[in-house]
Protein backbone atom coordinates (compact mmCIF):
# COMPACT_ATOMS: atom_id res chain seq x y z
CA UNK A 1 0.00 0.00 0.00
CA UNK A 2 1.34 3.80 -0.66
CA UNK A 3 2.20 5.84 2.52
CA UNK A 4 -0.89 8.32 0.60
CA UNK A 5 -3.28 8.29 -1.32
CA UNK A 6 -2.34 9.22 -5.24
CA UNK A 7 -5.10 10.11 -8.13
CA UNK A 8 -4.60 9.58 -11.57
CA UNK A 9 -6.74 10.39 -14.38
CA UNK A 10 -7.01 9.45 -18.07
CA UNK A 11 -8.07 11.95 -20.69
CA UNK A 12 -8.91 11.93 -24.10
CA UNK A 13 -11.74 11.74 -26.94
CA UNK A 14 -13.53 8.59 -27.41
CA UNK A 15 -11.81 5.95 -29.60
CA UNK A 16 -8.53 7.24 -28.23
CA UNK A 17 -7.26 4.32 -25.90
CA UNK A 18 -7.86 5.50 -22.99
CA UNK A 19 -9.97 3.31 -20.95
CA UNK A 20 -7.79 0.19 -21.86
CA UNK A 21 -4.65 2.36 -21.20
CA UNK A 22 -6.17 2.77 -18.00
CA UNK A 23 -6.99 -1.11 -17.08
CA UNK A 24 -3.24 -1.65 -18.29
CA UNK A 25 -1.83 0.62 -15.79
CA UNK A 26 -4.38 -0.71 -12.88
CA UNK A 27 -2.99 -4.31 -13.90
CA UNK A 28 0.86 -3.60 -13.37
CA UNK A 29 0.36 -1.60 -10.42
CA UNK A 30 -2.04 -4.27 -8.90
CA UNK A 31 0.56 -6.98 -9.66
CA UNK A 32 3.40 -4.86 -7.76
CA UNK A 33 1.02 -4.87 -4.61
CA UNK A 34 -0.83 -1.84 -4.98
CA UNK A 35 -3.86 -1.06 -3.56
CA UNK A 36 -5.64 0.34 -6.56
CA UNK A 37 -9.17 1.89 -6.88
CA UNK A 38 -10.69 1.92 -10.50
CA UNK A 39 -13.60 4.31 -11.09
CA UNK A 40 -15.44 6.26 -14.59
CA UNK A 41 -16.66 9.41 -15.41
CA UNK A 42 -19.57 9.75 -15.89
CA UNK A 43 -20.21 6.56 -13.44
CA UNK A 44 -17.99 4.72 -10.70
CA UNK A 45 -20.76 4.69 -8.05
CA UNK A 46 -24.62 2.81 -8.62
CA UNK A 47 -26.26 6.98 -8.58
CA UNK A 48 -23.88 7.70 -11.15
CA UNK A 49 -24.42 4.89 -13.22
CA UNK A 50 -28.28 6.58 -13.64
CA UNK A 51 -27.42 9.29 -14.56
CA UNK A 52 -24.65 8.15 -17.37
CA UNK A 53 -27.67 6.05 -18.56
CA UNK A 54 -29.40 9.49 -19.08
CA UNK A 55 -26.22 10.98 -21.00
CA UNK A 56 -25.39 8.15 -23.18
CA UNK A 57 -28.71 7.19 -24.18
CA UNK A 58 -29.33 8.30 -27.57
CA UNK A 59 -32.72 8.98 -27.50
CA UNK A 60 -32.07 11.78 -25.47
CA UNK A 61 -31.74 14.07 -28.27
CA UNK A 62 -33.68 17.13 -26.55
CA UNK A 63 -31.30 17.03 -23.57
CA UNK A 64 -29.54 20.65 -23.15
CA UNK A 65 -26.05 21.80 -22.89
CA UNK A 66 -26.38 23.61 -19.92
CA UNK A 67 -28.49 20.32 -18.20
CA UNK A 68 -25.90 17.94 -19.28
CA UNK A 69 -23.15 19.68 -17.82
CA UNK A 70 -25.00 19.89 -14.57
CA UNK A 71 -25.71 15.95 -14.87
CA UNK A 72 -21.62 15.34 -15.52
CA UNK A 73 -20.92 16.99 -12.19
CA UNK A 74 -23.80 15.35 -10.08
CA UNK A 75 -22.24 12.16 -11.29
CA UNK A 76 -18.66 13.78 -10.21
CA UNK A 77 -20.03 14.96 -6.76
CA UNK A 78 -21.52 11.51 -5.98
CA UNK A 79 -18.10 9.84 -7.19
CA UNK A 80 -15.89 12.01 -4.81
CA UNK A 81 -18.11 11.29 -1.85
CA UNK A 82 -18.81 7.79 -1.87
CA UNK A 83 -15.01 6.92 -4.49
CA UNK A 84 -12.41 9.13 -4.39
CA UNK A 85 -12.15 10.25 -0.80
CA UNK A 86 -12.63 7.28 1.30
CA UNK A 87 -10.02 5.34 -1.43
CA UNK A 88 -7.58 8.79 -0.89
CA UNK A 89 -8.06 8.53 3.00
CA UNK A 90 -7.03 5.02 2.78
CA UNK A 91 -4.42 5.19 0.86
CA UNK A 92 -5.22 3.58 -2.60
CA UNK A 93 -3.78 5.09 -5.78
CA UNK A 94 -7.39 6.07 -7.60
CA UNK A 95 -7.16 5.92 -11.24
CA UNK A 96 -10.29 7.37 -12.82
CA UNK A 97 -11.34 7.60 -16.66
CA UNK A 98 -12.67 11.18 -16.94
CA UNK A 99 -12.98 13.91 -14.93
CA UNK A 100 -13.62 17.20 -14.89
CA UNK A 101 -11.04 17.78 -17.65
CA UNK A 102 -13.45 15.92 -20.09
CA UNK A 103 -16.08 18.64 -19.06
CA UNK A 104 -13.79 21.26 -19.73
CA UNK A 105 -12.65 20.15 -23.18
CA UNK A 106 -16.27 18.48 -23.92
CA UNK A 107 -18.54 21.07 -22.92
CA UNK A 108 -16.21 24.04 -22.16
CA UNK A 109 -14.53 23.71 -25.28
CA UNK A 110 -16.90 21.22 -27.36
CA UNK A 111 -19.91 22.72 -26.38
CA UNK A 112 -19.14 26.41 -26.32
CA UNK A 113 -20.05 26.73 -22.85
CA UNK A 114 -17.04 28.53 -21.53
CA UNK A 115 -14.30 27.09 -18.74
CA UNK A 116 -15.44 29.42 -16.01
CA UNK A 117 -18.82 27.74 -15.64
CA UNK A 118 -16.90 24.39 -15.44
CA UNK A 119 -14.35 25.54 -12.98
CA UNK A 120 -16.95 27.28 -10.51
CA UNK A 121 -19.16 24.30 -10.81
CA UNK A 122 -16.11 21.63 -10.00
CA UNK A 123 -15.54 23.98 -6.98
CA UNK A 124 -18.93 22.54 -5.81
CA UNK A 125 -18.68 19.05 -6.77
CA UNK A 126 -15.42 18.02 -6.15
CA UNK A 127 -14.16 20.88 -3.55
CA UNK A 128 -10.87 21.68 -4.79
CA UNK A 129 -10.00 18.10 -5.02
CA UNK A 130 -7.64 17.34 -8.32
CA UNK A 131 -5.47 14.72 -10.16
CA UNK A 132 -1.83 14.78 -9.25
CA UNK A 133 -1.44 13.07 -12.79
CA UNK A 134 -3.69 13.65 -15.90
CA UNK A 135 -2.79 11.11 -18.77
CA UNK A 136 -3.92 12.74 -21.62
CA UNK A 137 -3.76 9.55 -24.77
CA UNK A 138 -3.98 12.32 -27.82
CA UNK A 139 -4.55 10.54 -31.17
CA UNK A 140 -6.03 12.19 -34.45
CA UNK A 141 -9.69 12.64 -34.67
CA UNK A 142 -10.24 10.44 -37.77
CA UNK A 143 -8.63 7.59 -35.91
CA UNK A 144 -10.40 8.13 -32.83
CA UNK A 145 -13.97 8.17 -34.83
CA UNK A 146 -12.83 5.25 -36.79
CA UNK A 147 -12.19 3.36 -33.57
CA UNK A 148 -14.69 4.30 -32.10
CA UNK A 149 -17.01 3.31 -35.18
CA UNK A 150 -15.76 -0.07 -35.32
CA UNK A 151 -15.79 -1.00 -31.23
CA UNK A 152 -19.44 0.15 -31.37
CA UNK A 153 -19.79 -2.85 -34.53
CA UNK A 154 -18.68 -5.25 -32.45
CA UNK A 155 -20.25 -4.72 -29.52
CA UNK A 156 -23.41 -5.03 -31.12
CA UNK A 157 -24.20 -1.05 -32.12
CA UNK A 158 -23.60 0.34 -28.56
CA UNK A 159 -23.19 3.69 -30.05
CA UNK A 160 -24.31 6.77 -27.58
CA UNK A 161 -25.65 9.87 -27.25
CA UNK A 162 -22.12 11.23 -27.84
CA UNK A 163 -20.71 9.08 -30.64
CA UNK A 164 -23.70 11.01 -32.83
CA UNK A 165 -21.55 14.70 -32.89
CA UNK A 166 -20.26 15.99 -35.66
CA UNK A 167 -16.22 15.67 -36.49
CA UNK A 168 -16.16 19.63 -35.88
CA UNK A 169 -17.04 18.97 -31.90
CA UNK A 170 -13.92 16.64 -31.79
CA UNK A 171 -11.99 18.96 -33.18
CA UNK A 172 -13.35 21.41 -30.80
CA UNK A 173 -12.55 19.02 -27.38
CA UNK A 174 -8.98 18.15 -29.26
CA UNK A 175 -8.38 22.17 -29.19
CA UNK A 176 -9.30 22.02 -25.75
CA UNK A 177 -7.40 19.78 -24.49
CA UNK A 178 -3.83 21.20 -26.19
CA UNK A 179 -4.64 24.11 -24.67
CA UNK A 180 -5.01 22.77 -21.23
CA UNK A 181 -2.19 20.46 -21.66
CA UNK A 182 -0.20 23.94 -22.66
CA UNK A 183 -0.98 25.74 -19.18
CA UNK A 184 -0.70 22.68 -17.19
CA UNK A 185 2.27 20.58 -18.65
CA UNK A 186 3.25 19.43 -14.72
CA UNK A 187 0.09 17.79 -14.85
CA UNK A 188 -1.54 17.33 -17.71
CA UNK A 189 1.35 14.71 -19.59
CA UNK A 190 0.65 14.32 -23.13
CA UNK A 191 1.29 10.40 -24.35
CA UNK A 192 0.79 9.65 -28.40
CA UNK A 193 -1.78 7.04 -28.73
CA UNK A 194 -0.06 5.91 -32.02
CA UNK A 195 1.02 2.51 -32.34
CA UNK A 196 0.07 -1.11 -30.59
CA UNK A 197 -1.70 -1.08 -26.97
CA UNK A 198 1.57 -2.41 -25.83
CA UNK A 199 4.14 0.69 -27.09
CA UNK A 200 1.13 3.32 -26.02
CA UNK A 201 1.34 1.44 -22.35
CA UNK A 202 5.06 1.56 -22.00
CA UNK A 203 4.90 5.54 -22.90
CA UNK A 204 1.89 5.37 -19.99
CA UNK A 205 4.26 3.28 -17.48
CA UNK A 206 6.97 5.58 -18.52
CA UNK A 207 5.68 8.92 -17.90
CA UNK A 208 3.35 7.52 -14.32
CA UNK A 209 7.09 6.48 -13.02
CA UNK A 210 8.28 9.64 -14.17
CA UNK A 211 6.05 11.24 -12.25
CA UNK A 212 5.44 9.31 -9.23
CA UNK A 213 9.70 9.74 -8.75
CA UNK A 214 8.89 13.13 -8.68
CA UNK A 215 6.00 13.36 -6.17
CA UNK A 216 7.30 10.49 -3.57
Given at each position: ?46 V ?32 V ?42 E ?6 K ?55 Q?V ?28
Amino acid sequence: MTERGLFVTFEGVDGSGKSTQMRRLAGALRARGEHVVETVEPGGTAVGAQIRAILLDPANTALGARAELLLYFAARAQNVDEILEPAIARGAIVLSDRWTDSTLTYQGWGRGLGEDVVQDLDEIACRGRKPGLTIWVDVGVDTALARAGARNEAEANTATRMDSQQREFYLRVIEGYRALAAREPQRVRRIDGAGSEDEVFQRVWTEFQTWRGQNV
